[in-house]
C-alpha cells in the first residue's frame, strides 16, 4: 500500500489506479473537477426564482458552520434576498451549533426554524445500521448510519413549501465529495465523473441484504425512513425536485468559489465563533460524525477526512504537508472525543468493540 505523492488517497482504495509516478488517479483527473459557475449566473438564478408574493425569497439549511453561515450571510446581504433559515436538529447535534446558527440569525435579522424527525428515529437508524455495520463492515451499511440525516432535505423542502417560499439554498461544496463513493467514471477525457447510479445503489443495497441478517432487519424496521433518506440522497435530487415542484434548490457554491479562508474572514467579522474543541471545524456540529470517521478509516484506511483535505490539495488550498498535520491533529481530536460520544449517545455496551489501532500517529507506537 504506498500514498499518492500529491494528496492522501492510498493505493489500497478502489479505482485508485496509481500511475508509475506515484499519483492517484483522482489527481491524475484532477478529482471532483470543481469549477465555480460564477456569480453572475447565481444572480440571475437567484433573480428568476424570487418571491412573487410577501413571503421570503430563499429558505436557507443553516447548521451553524462556518459554510452555511456564509451562504447565509451572501444570499441576505451580497444578493439582497429576503430569507429565512432552518436548523435541522438531531439527538447527535451538538448544542454549541444549533445556538451558532441562532445567534447568527438574530445578529442578521432572519427568521430562524428549529425542525427535526421525531421520536428519535434519527439516534435509532443511526445505532440500528452502526450495530449492522460492526457485525458487518460495509460501505453500504457505513452509509446507511446516515440515511436519516438526509431527511434534513425533506424537512428543508418541506417548510419551504409550507411557508410559500419559492427557493432553498444550500451550502455543501463539491469539495467535501469523497471519490469512494463516487465510483463510476464516464467520458473518455477524464475529466467527466459519474456518482453510482440509482440501479447500482439499490444492487449494492441487495448484496449487502444477502450477507447481513442485521442490516435487512434494520431496513425492515425503518423501512420508511430508509426509502426516503436514500431518495433525498443529495439537497436537489429528482425526487425532491418532482416532490416539491414550487420549491427551486439553490446549491450556492456550485456557484460561488468555496475558499475556507474568504468564509471564515467574512462571517467571523459579523461574530461567528469557531467552535471550540474542533481541529478541522467540519462536521465538528454533529457527534455522529466521529463514528463515520471511525468506519471509514477502519475499513479503508483513509476516511471522508483525507479525501475532503485531497479534494483541497487538487483546488490549490493545501498543501500536502498542511493536510498531513490537519489529519494528525484531527485524530487526537477523535481519540479524546470518540468515548465522550459513545457514552452520551449511551452506546457503552459497543466501548469495547472500537478498535482505536488505526488512530495511532506512527510516532505513538
Ligand atoms: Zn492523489
Known amino acids: 500500500m504506498s500514498t499518492c505523492k500529491k494528496c492522501l488517497m492510498i493505493s489500497s482504495l478502489q479505482n485508485s489506479n496509481f500511475n508509475s509516478e506515484g499519483e492517484c488517479y483522482w489527481c491524475q483527473t484532477n478529482f471532483p473537477n470543481y469549477k465555480p459557475r460564477g456569480e453572475e449566473k447565481l444572480a ?7 418571491s412573487k408574493s410577501s413571503s421570503a425569497d430563499c429558505m436557507v439549511g443553516v447548521s451553524g458552520g462556518k459554510d452555511s453561515t456564509y451562504a447565509l450571510m451572501a444570499l441576505k446581504d451580497t444578493y439582497g434576498l429576503n430569507v429565512e433559515a432552518f436548523t435541522y436538529v438531531h439527538e447527535g447535534t451538538v448544542p454549541a451549533s444549533v445556538e451558532n446558527a441562532k445567534k447568527m440569525c438574530m445578529k442578521l435579522d432572519v427568521k430562524h426554524h428549529i425542525v427535526s424527525l421525531p421520536d428519535q428515529i434519527h439516534l435509532r437508524t443511526f445505532k440500528t445500521f452502526f450495530r449492522s455495520w460492526l457485525a458487518h463492515p460495509s460501505l453500504v451499511s457505513a452509509g446507511m448510519t446516515c440515511v436519516a440525516c438526509k431527511h434534513l432535505h425533506i424537512l428543508g423542502f418541506e417548510l419551504a413549501k409550507e411557508r410559500n417560499i419559492p427557493m432553498i439554498a444550500w ?12 465510483i463510476g467514471y464516464k467520458g473518455n477525457n477524464g475529466e467527466v465523473y459519474q456518482k453510482s447510479s440509482l440501479l447500482e445503489n439499490a444492487a449494492n443495497m441487495m448484496k449487502e441484504m444477502v450477507h447481513s441478517p442485521k442490516f435487512v432487519q434494520g431496513v425492515v424496521e425503518h423501512f420508511s425512513t430508509c426509502y426516503q433518506g436514500c431518495m433525498a440522497v443529495s439537497p436537489a435530487s429528482n425526487y425532491l425536485i418532482a416532490k416539491y415542484p414550487t420549491v427551486t434548490p439553490i446549491k450556492i457554491f456550485d456557484f460561488i468559489d468555496w475558499n475556507p479562508r474568504v468564509v471564515i474572514d467574512e462571517i467571523t467579522r459579523k461574530g461567528w465563533q469557531k467552535p471550540v474543541k474542533s481541529g478541522d471545524d467540519w462536521h465538528s456540529d454533529c457527534l ?3 463514528f463515520k470517521e471511525y468506519m471509514f478509516r477502519k475499513m479503508l484506511g483513509v476516511s ?6 485531497s479534494n483541497q490539495i487538487r483546488y490549490g488550498l493545501l498543501s500536502r504537508d498542511e493536510a498531513m498535520k490537519s ?10 472525543e470518540f468515548p465522550i460520544a459513545i457514552k452520551e449517545l449511551e452506546m457503552d455496551d459497543i466501548a469495547d468493540k ?6 495511532q500517529s506512527s510516532g505513538d507506537e
Open 44 to 50: 440571475d438564478l437567484l433573480n428568476e426564482h424570487r
Open 171 to 182: 451550502a455543501s461544496t463539491p469539495l467535501e465529495c469523497p471519490p469512494f463513493l463516487a
Open 288 to 290: 455522529f460524525h466521529h
Open 304 to 309: 471522508y477526512l483525507e479525501a475532503y483535505l
Open 327 to 336: 489529519v494528525e491533529e484531527n485524530k487526537r481530536i477523535f481519540l479524546k
Open 354 to 359: 472500537i478498535d482505536y489501532q488505526p488512530w
